[in-house]
């Protein structure tokens, strides 16, 4: 019973909700300003982000796994929610900033435009991540999902350019990277069919 | 295949271990001594009140104080002063610096 109550979709979305919901009872608390959420929200965003892409290469990788399954399917969640997630830290990003003059002053930072841009590639891949879309985009459905190519790219700039500081950027998207470039490189022989 | 599994295995735990949270490197450093001979945040945010700052948050970094806040001029800033003398060392914005005193 258990079991069938976890495996259902919604207590998924609930669980990718939950650092979400910790951050603004933070926030509400007053204890922390709005810059201070910056930080948690961003780095949220960019793992739910790479979570969602790593499926596809690690099927290919490791072959059909029931784990691997269980995430496939709820890849659109991890996907919407690093949406998500990326969209409260912008707002936060706003609140802090507060006024148009001091955003527009920073806007050309490399770690900054980089950030507004990589916002402007998932609007379209989340406004589609529905049946509806899939359905009414066929072929391209695909091709317009994968401008999260390009968006991650922007993403990790953002990140190392943000924090003048390659560590923690680097932690994140090296396995990704890693796990892209097996996918492509590696002899179609030893890799499992991909889906 | 073996050599594949390691990988994505690596890969994993690499994401795990990062949940350490990042911080932004000082980019200013001061050898101000010890703490006891500093001037208090309290004092540092008074000053800048008076001379017509927005103090949003101070800390101390790289030695130095590090405060973000709005210079009187109206520009959004992160800004380094010196503990000690609380003298203004550092002013920059996302990709610019708009003050850095001589030998910082």
């Given amino acids: ?195 | 295949m073996r050599m594949i599994s390691t990988l994505a295995l690596a890969a994993a735990s690499a994401i795990a271990l990062a949940s350490v949270p990042a911080s932004a490197t000082g980019v200013i450093k001061c050898k101000a001594g010890p703490v006891s001979g500093w001037k208090t945040q309290d004092e540092l945010t008074k000053k800048l009140t008076k001379e017509g700052w927005t103090v949003r948050k101070s800390k101390v970094d790289g030695g130095c104080y590090e405060v973000y806040g709005t210079t009187p001029e109206g520009d959004r800033v992160e800004a380094y002063f010196h503990p000690v003398t609380l003298e203004k060392l550092y002013v920059g914005r996302r990709g610019e610096v708009l003050f850095r005193k001589q030998g910082y």
Avoid at chain 1, 69 to 86: D, H, I, K, M, T
Avoid at chain 1, 96 to 122: K, Q, S, V
Avoid at chain 1, 150 to 157: D, E, F, H, R
Avoid at chain 1, 161 to 167: E, M, S
């Fill in chain 1, 1 to 195: 019973m258990l079991r069938i109550i976890l495996n259902k979709k919604l207590v998924f979305w609930l669980f990718l909700s939950i650092p979400a919901l910790l951050m603004m009872v933070r926030f509400n608390s007053g204890d922390v300003l709005a810059m201070d959420m910056l930080h948690p929200t961003g780095e949220w965003s960019a793992r739910l982000m790479i979570v969602a892409m790593i499926l596809s290469p690690l099927v290919s990788i490791l072959g059909p796994k029931r784990w691997l399954n269980w995430l496939v399917q709820r890849r659109r969640a991890l996907g919407v929610a690093s949406f998500a997630y990326a969209v409260l830290h912008l707002i936060f990003y706003l609140i802090d900033m507060g006024n148009l003059d001091d955003i527009l002053a920073e806007f050309w930072a490399l770690g900054i435009w980089t950030g507004w841009a990589a916002m402007l590639l998932f609007l379209p891949i989340a406004m589609t991540s529905n049946d509806a879309w899939q359905r009414r985009l066929k072929a391209g459905w695909k091709r317009l999902q994968r401008l999260v190519y390009p968006a991650a790219i922007l993403v990790l700039v953002h990140w190392i350019f943000i924090h003048n500081n390659l560590g923690p950027a680097l932690v994140h998207f090296i396995p990704l990277a890693l796990l892209v470039a097996a996918r492509f490189f590696l002899s179609s022989k030893i890799l499992h069919k991909g889906i």
